[in-house]
């Protein structure tokens, strides 16, 4: 079993930025693709960015929406995955979930993940 707990949200303005962390259990990131989704109010879970594993070569994926905004990054000695987010707008305000999925990013971020954290709020807003 995959545990998953996200840190880091909270509230920032526009223009700002904030760093998510995600803490994945031991040897999560050696065998599974990770990564982070949001949903907003509303709206459908949307994928937002992945990283595949060092074995499939480690490829980055990130949505339309946060490209050149948002970096994706990983430390494996710590067993935590983050997201760093610059250039937040209000449209980023949602909660954001990271996941792990046991096949690829492909697979993870059209089909969703096997496991998923809780979430963590995030808020833009002047």
């Known amino acids: 079993q995959v545990q998953l707990a996200e840190s880091g949200g909270g509230s920032a303005q526009p223009g700002g930025s904030l760093r998510l962390s995600c803490s994945v259990s031991p040897f999560t990131l050696d065998y599974y693709a990770v990564g982070w989704f949001r949903q907003a109010p509303g709206k459908e879970r949307e994928a937002v960015s992945c990283?595949?594993?060092?074995?499939?070569?480690?490829?980055?994926w990130y949505g339309d929406s946060v490209k050149g905004r948002f970096a994706i990054s990983r430390d494996k000695t710590k067993n935590t995955l983050y997201l760093d987010m610059n250039g937040l707008t209000p449209d980023d305000t949602a909660t954001y979930y990271c996941?792990?999925?046991?096949?690829?990013?492909?697979?993870?971020?059209?089909?969703?993940?096997?496991?998923w954290g809780k979430g963590t709020l995030v808020t833009v807003s002047s």
């Open positions: 990283i595949d594993t060092d074995g499939v070569g480690g490829a980055t």
């Open positions: 996941g792990a999925e046991r096949s690829s990013c492909d697979y993870g971020v059209t089909y969703g993940m096997d496991y």
